[in-house]
């Protein structure tokens, strides 16, 4: 936390600009050695907090680069500290000669995450923040950026907060009324309490159930494309990424095998799961072989099951269908501007699934099928204004220990035990709810969260 530290905060990729961040008590002195402004009374030095100057990057006679400075003085920046980031071109092997300078200074090379852990660190937000942040930066699409806004802006602490205090004063009420009797009368105090903690169980309940809409937010409706040869799942699949709204994300350190499709469909995304599976052969199930193939459909949020409508059903429709059961199912009836043959009433009787017609040769028919999927994933369309949505699993699990430990305060009371029998279940829900927030979290798991950050953020 003493030293100064640096990365370069844009992507690794060729670009008009590229930032590199400078972060510590000698960030302003280092950033001074390196920079000639133009205007000789503005060296960095001397300027006062967010004040930018235009000038070069240049040491022993050798000129990097012109360059923007950006003066940010402790304590109004993003990690407390000193911070000064200087815009300059964004080539990449520009900005690594610039960042080799810098560290040759004497500063060092900040770890993924290293400035928002400053920020946590020296308390300007909290790990549900700071979480935040990261979900923000990873966002896939529009719900999953309102939820982390809504987050960094410290929605999740407030209610953290709100509930820990709560938990704190009760068992501050029980510690005086043990030492103090005669001040403190604890004759109706386990009603009360119980009337409380019911109230914080029912707020923990809607976190904790937030979580599965968190997790679709965050990481997509896990989908998956099944459906006889010839069916029309490649043509289905590609109508749907042909959408200007559709991105295809090829996520960093896969390999083809896993690369990850994502479908944005109003805020939404749809995450096809195996799709190099249906590009190279015409029959997942087939390909994959029947167990894997009951893997991947049991792993799925969604299964969109292809069926041509211009031939009636055969017994390769009816071997999917047989996998099909107790899963959320969408039977597409693709080939609808031809005659449509199919058997509709059929398949509704033969599992649970809704159906929607459609051409994706004519690129017909989304419509209904994105509204039947906001129908079946969203039934209390997504609100941003006063639902805050769990994203992370680890919050998850920290919800339900504090859910356990809630749950025995109430059978405590029921047991007409004693006080200071709640207050070791109050004590342990006050403690698993702050690690939410970050307090009482162990250092290494406080460095495992932000080494999933991002370098330079
Ligand atoms: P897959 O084997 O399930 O991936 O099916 P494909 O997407 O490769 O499609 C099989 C054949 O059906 C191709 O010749 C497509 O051009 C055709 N096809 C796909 N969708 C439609 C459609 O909506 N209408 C018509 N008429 N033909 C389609």
Redesign the pocket.
Known sequence: MNDTIAAIATGMGNSGIGIIRISGKRAIEIADKIFVPKNENKKIINMSSYTAAYGIISYNNEVYDEAIALVMRAPHTYTKEDVVELDCHGGITLLKRIFELIINLGVRPADPGEFTKRAFLNGRIDMSQAEAVMDLIHAKNESAIKASVKKIQGSLRTVITDMREKILYNIAYIESALDDPENYSLDEFPHELKGVVENLLITVNKLIESSADGRLINEGIRTVIV????????????MLLDEDRAIVTDIEGTTRDTLEEYINIDGISLNIVDTAG?RDT??VVEKIGVDKAIDTINDADLILY?V?G?VPLNENDQTIMDKLHGKKVITII?????NVVVDKLWISKNFDTKIVE?????KTGKDELYSILKEMFFKNELSYNDEIYITSLRHKNLLLDTRDSLNKVIESINLNMGEDFFTIDLMSAYTSLGKIIGEELEDDLVNKIFAEFCMGK
Not at 358 to 362: D, T, Y
Request: glycine share 8%.
């Open positions: 459906g006889k040869p010839n069916a029309g799942k490649s043509s289905v699949l590609n249906i015409k029959d292809i041509d211009s693709n080939k609808n501007d031809m459609l051409s994706a040769k004519e």
